[in-house]
Nanobody
Framework: VQLQAYGGGVVQAGGSLRLSCAAS????????KGWFRQALGKEREFVAS????????YYADFVKGRFTISRDNAKNTVFLQMNSLKPEDTAVYYC?????????????????WGQGTQVTVSS
């Protein structure tokens, strides 16, 4: 199983980025997906998640109204659209896959992880 996250970069505060995570080696439709992030010196934290069908989405309070998670099951890809970015959003962003319909906010609930993509928001 491989999860390949990409789309990170450097952006000014108020800008936007779209992260993608392409999955292979698993039956994509059977897995809920999540995005987590880890800032330097901090623990990895939940950002957003989506059910295996795409019908249910969940967000951390600090990204509600700014980030949108979505998935394209035909392309085995999950996305994270990030708008109105703030310097405190700077982190390495990881995608994860969970063998279940419903996602979870708990890191331990995910079976597979991608390698992470760096997002840097300058003030």
């Amino acid at each position: 199983v491989q999860l390949q996250a990409y789309g990170g970069g450097v952006v000014q505060a108020g800008g936007s980025l779209r992260l993608s995570c392409a999955a292979s080696g698993l039956t994509f439709n059977n897995y809920a997906k999540g995005w987590f992030r880890q800032a330097l010196g901090k623990e990895r934290e939940f950002v957003a998640s989506i059910s295996s069908s795409g019908g249910r989405t969940y967000y951390a309070d600090f990204v509600k109204g700014r980030f949108t998670i979505s998935r394209d099951n035909a392309k085995n890809t999950v996305f994270l659209q990030m708008n109105s970015l703030k310097p405190e959003d700077t982190a390495v962003y990881y995608c994860a896959a969970r063998s279940a319909f419903f996602p979870t906010t708990e890191r331990s609930g995910y079976n597979y992880w991608g390698q992470g993509t760096q997002v840097t928001v300058s003030s």
